[in-house]
């Protein structure tokens, strides 16, 4: 069958990293904070370690290091010419593709507003503030207005000053246009999902994302009036993940020339297995070194990010899981549409946030939130999918 195209072998699992992600997440978070508190000397130096583009610093050098190695294990496992086989399942592709990029953004948008620019604003702090980085390409005065913010001089440096709730919402923002992570292949496997349909949408996903991440992030943070930095944003796309997926594909085809396809998928690819989580966690204690004072002086702020992308998390597995029962796909098929739609790359939106409006930015640390929920609520949704198998037709025979 076509839908059994593989990119790479099947999981056997979690690995000790993903198994208790959760836990080594929240031991980075202390370590960053713990490191932002008692050394700022060293996190405020690696921080200066960036790309400067007319006095602004646009790409922070540690951040890039760790964010491609991040990116990399993930595209070297596509196998491209598998994916257009494998996509001639049109029911679950089209639910997926429809779910990731015509309802997910939005609903998103609209939750996180809900939250974060109503019920949580006075939580939040009415008049609190906070400073990203001015477009990629724009030089405006001091005191100018641009969307909801204000040029300022902060450290020698042009920043733009907007309200804390709208860098949160940018935050969930890039979250919710960044749909699938390599996570979750694990996630469909232990829900006992069809691994060629979740790896095909990994792919396809990664490809989509060239074309629909730029044009939506630049629509709905205008919406949020908040800047719309287009250069950088194309610029993000290109360095975390153009870069990585022809490094990805060239290297993928060098080494099964070289070595064989079975040495590549046994020998190296579990090698890099490892390589994603421990880059995301090199770049969380980065991250929390600098919104360490944050937390510490307000540690229900994790919790505010949290609930509207708790929320979203679940509304959209639920959405996806029951359109897959409308349209009478199996259970194989129905789970990991759902589990992608849930599911969010949140390698490319720490990559874009940390860009786009700084690494101590809040944007930053709502992307960082969404990795901290992850976790737990996808384990949570594969109970649900595991406990629900008799909702769905049995999967047709395979053909011997």
């Known amino acids: 069958m076509a839908t059994e195209a593989c990119l790479t072998k099947h999981p056997k699992g979690l690995s000790m990293f993903e198994k208790y992600l959760t836990m080594w997440v929240a031991s980075c978070i202390v370590g960053g904070i713990v490191l932002g508190k008692f050394a700022p000397g060293l996190a405020h130096a690696l921080d200066g370690m ?49 779910v990731n990029w015509l309802i997910k953004p939005f609903t998103m948008y609209a939750i996180a507003l809900l939250f974060l620019g109503v019920l949580f604003r006075g939580l939040i702090g009415q008049d609190a503030t906070d400073l990203v980085k001015i477009p990629l390409g724009m030089d405006l005065p001091l005191g100018a207005q641009h969307g909801a913010g204000t040029v300022v001089m902060h450290e020698g440096v042009k920043m733009l000053q907007v309200p804390l709730w709208r860098s949160y919402l940018a935050g969930c923002i890039l979250l919710g246009i960044a749909p699938c992570t390599a996570m979750v292949l694990v996630w469909g496997y232990l829900a006992r999902g069809n691994d060629g349909h979740t790896l095909v949408m990994v792919a396809i996903n990664s490809l ?48 099964i020339a070289a070595k064989g396809r079975a040495w590549f998928d046994d020998k190296f690819l579990h090698v890099l297995t490892p390589v994603t989580i421990v880059a995301l966690l090199a770049t969380l204690v980065l991250l929390f070194s600098f919104k360490g004072d944050t937390i ?46 849930a599911s969010n790359h949140f ?39 595991l406990r629900t198998q008799g909702w769905f037709a049995a999967p047709a025979e395979r053909a011997a």
């Open 50 to 98: 960036a790309i400067h583009a007319q006095g602004a610093p646009v790409v922070s050098i540690p951040i890039a290091v760790c964010l491609f190695f991040m990116m990399y294990p993930i595209m070297a496992k596509i196998d491209f010419a598998e994916v257009l086989r494998a996509g001639k399942s049109t029911k679950p592709v089209g639910l997926t593709l429809a």
């Open 296 to 341: 510490l002086s307000n540690p229900l702020t994790i919790l505010w990010i949290a609930v509207p992308l708790t929320i979203q998390t679940c509304l959209i597995f639920a959405l996806a899981y029951g359109l897959a029962r409308l349209l009478k796909l199996n259970y194989r098929d129905a789970a990991p549409s759902a589990m992608i739609g």
């Open 208 to 255: 989509a994302m060239l074309l629909l991440y730029g044009p939506l992030g630049g629509l709905l943070l205008g919406v949020g009036r908040l800047p719309v930095p287009w250069q950088a944003l194309l610029l993000s796309i290109g360095i975390y993940v153009a870069l990585p997926l022809a490094a990805g594909y060239a290297s993928r085809r060098w080494i």
């Open 347 to 385: 390698e490319v939106a720490i990559a874009t946030s940390t860009m786009l409006f700084g690494l101590s930015s809040g944007a930053a640390l709502a992307t960082v939130v969404g990795v901290l929920i992850e976790v737990p609520i996808m384990l949570l949704l594969v109970r649900v999918c």
